[in-house]
């Protein structure tokens, strides 16, 4: 299975500050049609997971500019500009080009 | 607006067998692949299951194979997951999510415990 690995696992941040969490795979997540699905996700405490970006860097539709997502291969990064109080949660990259599909072990962002 | 409603979770015993229902509506359900993740309580994301559009299709995560079964009713736009064989380490959140996660569910519980 390919594992995905997060850092940090936990991400203090003030509010209006940049955060930056990335995300490893361990092997191409290029697929034979040129793709690479890498999805970011994320999960407010007590609610279902959202999609945010979605092959890398394609913001979901509702997703607010300040979310952005970038990278290529094996290395990728989910990037928001200004944090907001209801950006805490957890936050998964997830990559689809492989089956079984897996998940990273979830960054947690809160407020300091 | 697009909705996922998933059913039938609850207390199981181990070996015991629950079968778990997504119901979808506000999409054209027979255009979409469709996926179980489950959540153990406290932890992270795993995919289960996936189904492609016409039910031909199917995968399931190592840990879940032989025991779940995927399928699909697309005249009532329906997911399912048949669980056999359940297991404590089986104990999750159940989702289920439209397109590889664009889309999810509220979940439903299901607790594997004597």
């Known amino acids: 299975d390919v594992v995905m690995t997060q850092s940090p696992l936990s991400l203090p941040v003030t509010l209006g500050q940049p955060a930056s969490i990335s995300c490893r795979s361990s092997?191409?997540?290029?697929?034979?049609?040129?793709?690479?699905?890498l999805n970011w996700f994320q999960q407010r405490p007590g609610q279902s997971p959202r999609r945010l970006i979605y092959?890398?860097?394609n913001r979901d539709s509702g997703v607010p500019d300040r979310f952005s997502g970038s990278g290529s291969g094996t290395d990728f990064t989910l990037k928001i500009s200004r944090v907001e109080a209801e950006d805490v949660g957890v936050y998964y990259c997830?990559?689809?080009?492989?089956?079984?599909?897996?998940f990273g072990p979830g960054t947690k962002v809160d407020i300091k | 607006e697009v909705q996922l409603v998933e059913s039938g979770g609850g207390l199981v015993q181990p070996g015991g067998s629950l079968r778990l229902s997504c119901a979808a509506s506000?999409?054209?359900?027979?255009?979409?692949?469709m996926h179980w993740v489950r959540q153990a309580p406290g932890k992270g994301l795993v995919w289960v299951s996936r189904?492609?559009?016409?039910?031909?299709?199917?995968s399931y995560a190592d840990s879940v194979k032989g025991r779940f079964t995927i399928s699909r009713d697309n005249a009532k736009n329906t997911l399912y997951l048949q669980m056999n064989s359940l297991r404590a380490e089986d104990t999750a959140v159940y989702y289920c999510?439209?397109?590889?996660?664009?889309?999810w569910g509220q979940g439903t519980l299901v607790t594997v415990s004597s």
């Open positions: 189904i492609n559009s016409d039910g031909s299709s199917t």
């Open positions: 999510a439209r397109q590889m996660g664009a889309t």
């Open positions: 997830m990559q689809g080009t492989h089956w079984p599909h897996t």
């Open positions: 506000g999409f054209t359900f027979s255009s979409y692949w």
């Open positions: 092959k890398v860097s």
């Open positions: 092997q191409s997540l290029v697929y034979s049609d040129g793709n690479t699905y």
